[in-house]
């Protein structure tokens, strides 16, 4: 196997390589190669390797110390391999709806590729480069896919589209080439410099090194607002141990295992923090948490301690005298393993890793769980498997020449922090920057802001905007909404005006469902239900909670829907399922006094309504006696995507909106 331009086997001159999989060089694969012969190499120089591109082949040139060459040709050219990604932060498995785009089909980075089923809802699966579908490895219906699971492949040149015809997900699997035919007589090679011998790295106990999961969909970055535990203290499973703030709020860190917290990695106020960038280090023992205070990240995982010592028989390295080895050692075959019964064992992420790291089969443990229904925990990988676990085998002897790893990058200074204060969630981090005479301030913006800043402009450069406005008399509404705070005053009820809008703009989206549409850019989406989006200031910037099913849902359940969501907002305790996914959105800046305004759409949605406030006029009136009379009037202007909904539709909706405020009893029809 050839990873980031090093050799890992030596090709010996003459032998045949069969199967050589997945030559890769960084991120990108470059395919499978049947049959590698490799020739005319000097038996006494250790080749060297150069790869290139040949048109539609993969080239791999291999010169000797003599100058001659030998090249070898792939089947594929470069090539991605597209992952299941989290598209919420607790899936686990996901199921492929559809695919928006076909092979052979090209797609730009923010390109809807298809619609992913999570544990939460149904979330669009996007692009993050420029590509063509070459082929897709997992067709639409498949099921309970793990995370990383490979459901795609990905081409930068069209003309390759036709090299993966016979792709198969087995081929997308990494696989390490073949032992060379043992028909084959060894060639003595002058042995390789061997490289020098790391310095043993300390080790440390059992532990978890707790990474910044994607607590929503679009977060690529987050802020760390508070921590909840300080260093020490006991964590139960489900505890929130901080606040991150993401894109869209800030939200609950989550830890799903017991422990306890020993190394705090990054203080209060870290910001823009990458995805996958540990945070923290948990320990199952308390006892194990002093062994963390000097600990300091350097990107890689820390070796864990074995859990009995073992010889092993490693490769040899230099020394004062030489040691012979033979050309290719024995290796003898792995000792097998008694298996448990079949059916899925339930253990813990955290158990599950540490099993890995010390080489445990967890499998062996079933039935000694002690977490609910016999669920396995970290702490039970100490108890007596009932399965012995394998013995050591020797390693063949190999030479490996392994680049330094990539330095990653830290969001933050690392000091120690001091013990976590509580916050309230809420509360911007965002620092301020004050002139020496105080004629302004600089405010650092928060997540919210940003993405809400760069959204809003998309919308409003992307989108075709029109605007419609009308008004609408709200004395029946609130005649019946006093009557019907009066009948609630003992459920704790209190319906709003809000509430009634609500209600009549899902039923006006139900008999016009061309307003309750998306623009998908080959496609428009037509949704059978209502989903609200309802506008609130929180005091890191706007969000959008989302009011489901409004369509079906009485004045009392969006009432209190209403009030839920937008405490939650406030407090920075939404979940991205409570954010993400509205079909259509009101904004309701009347209870500032604002007459009218106009909004700007909230993308891949088609419309928002803009609310204005109540005020007295007078209006025509043929039954009174001087021709008029006084009424309580509201303006209200719909924004709409004219990609979409065209002018006549966007009136039409406004009419039914109208009907049903002036005529509320319409809404029971």
């Known amino acids: ?177 073949a032992a060379a035919p043992a028909t ?29 999961p994607a607590l929503s969909p679009t977060m690529t970055t987050g802020t760390i607002v508070s921590w909840e535990v300080a260093v020490g203290d006991e964590i139960g499973e489900g505890d929130s141990i901080a606040t991150i703030e993401t894109d869209k709020a800030s939200m609950a860190l989550e830890y799903q295992e017991e ?119 970290a702490v039970d990988l100490s108890k007596q498997p009932a399965v012995a676990a394998p013995a050591p085998v020797a390693a063949q002897p190999v030479t490996v020449a392994t680049p330094p790893p990539a330095p990653t990058p830290v969001a933050a200074p690392v000091p120690t922090p001091p013990a976590p204060s509580k916050a309230p969630a809420a509360a911007p981090v965002a620092a301020t920057a004050t002139t020496a005479d105080d004629s302004y301030v600089d405010i650092d913006l928060s997540n919210i802001r940003k993405v809400t800043a760069q959204r809003l402009c998309e919308s409003k450069q992307q989108i075709p905007h029109y605007y419609l406005t009308v008004d609408v008399e709200m004395d029946t509404v609130l005649d019946i909404r006093k009557q019907f705070n009066s009948d609630l005053v003992q459920d704790g009820v209190k319906i709003s005006v809000n509430d009634f809008i609500i209600k009549a703009s899902a039923l006006a989206c139900m008999n016009v469902p061309e307003a309750n549409s998306s623009w998908r850019d080959t496609f428009i989406r037509q949704y059978n239900k209502v989903d609200m989006s309802v506008a609130v200031s929180t005091p890191t910037g706007l969000i959008t909670p989302i009011v489901t099913d409004a369509h079906h849902k009485g004045l009392s359940k969006i009432s209190q829907d209403v009030v839920r969501l937008a405490g939650k907002a406030r407090e920075g305790k939404l979940r991205p399922e409570e954010f993400i996914g509205g079909t259509f959105t009101i904004s309701n800046l009347g209870m500032m006094g604002v007459k009218q305004f106009t909004a700007i759409i909230n993308p891949p949605q088609s419309c928002i309504l803009a609310v204005g406030s109540a005020r007295k006029e007078f209006i025509p009136d043929e039954n009174q006696e001087n021709g008029m009379r006084a009424a309580t009037m509201v303006s209200v202007t719909l924004s709409c995507d004219h990609r979409v909904v065209d002018g006549a539709v966007g009136a039409r909706w406004l009419q039914h909106f109208k009907k049903y405020l002036e005529d509320p009893l319409k809404m029971l029809l």
């Open 1 to 177: 196997m050839v990873q980031g331009g090093v050799i890992l086997r030596t090709i010996q001159s003459g032998i045949l390589l069969r199967n050589l999989r997945a030559v890769r060089l960084g991120n990108r694969h470059y395919g499978q190669s049947s049959y590698l012969v490799c020739r005319s190499l000097s038996q006494a120089n250790q080749p060297t390797l150069r790869v290139c591109q040949d048109q539609c082949l993969f080239s791999l040139r291999i010169r000797n110390a003599s100058g001659i060459q030998s090249r070898f040709y792939s089947a594929l050219p470069p090539h991605s391999k597209l992952a299941l990604p989290a598209l919420s932060p607790t899936m686990e498995t996901g199921t492929i709806v559809r695919w928006e785009i076909q092979e052979g089909d090209a797609f730009t980075a923010g390109d809807l590729l298809a619609d992913i089923e999570t544990d939460k809802a149904t979330v669009g699966f996007e692009a993050n480069d420029d590509g063509v579908m070459a082929k897709i490895l997992a067709p639409e219906g498949t099921k309970d896919l793990p995370l990383g699971a490979i459901v795609a492949i990905t081409v930068d040149d069209e003309d390759h589209v036709s090299a993966f015809a016979n792709y198969s997900l087995s081929d997308a699997s990494d696989a390490a080439p």
């Open 259 to 377: 422990g306890f917290l020993a190394k705090i990695l990054l203080p209060e106020g870290s910001k823009d923090v990458p995805l996958g960038t540990p945070v923290c280090i948990i320990v199952p023992n308390e006892e194990d948490v002093a062994a963390f205070k000097d600990y300091v990240d350097t990107g890689d995982a820390p070796p864990a301690a074995p859990a009995a010592p073992a010889p092993v028989e490693s490769a040899p390295v230099a020394a004062p005298s030489p040691v012979s080895t033979p050309a290719a050692a024995a290796v003898p075959p792995p000792v097998p393993v008694a298996s448990t019964p079949q059916g899925r064992v339930f253990a813990s992420p955290l158990a599950k890793k540490l099993a890995t790291e010390k080489g445990l089969d967890i499998n062996q443990f079933a039935g000694l769980g002690s977490g609910p229904n016999g669920r396995i925990r």
């Open 184 to 212: 084959h007589e060894p060639v003595a090679e002058a042995a390789a410099p061997t490289p020098a011998a790391a310095a043993p790295a300390q080790s440390w106990p059992d532990h978890d090194r707790v990474l910044l």
